[in-house]
């Protein structure tokens, strides 16, 4: 079995992922009392970005080559 490792494309998209779970938990904490912390809100930031998400998640793995 290969060993993964993270380096290049891995890190990056490690720090991608990162950096949207962040953020979101930032929104969880600062708009909890709006409703921020249902599901369905969560999905709906999905879907209403994921044309975005798909651009920047091709280009951070084109930016190191």
Do not use: E, R
């Amino acid at each position: 079995m290969k060993k993964l490792k993270l380096g290049g494309n891995n890190i990056l998209l490690a720090i991608t992922v990162a950096l949207f779970v962040i953020m979101y938990l930032g929104g969880c904490v600062i708009y909890a009392d709006k409703g921020f912390t249902h599901f369905q809100t969560f999905l709906n930031v999905l879907i209403n970005n994921a044309g975005l998400i798909a651009v920047a998640a091709g280009m951070t793995c084109v930016i190191p080559n």
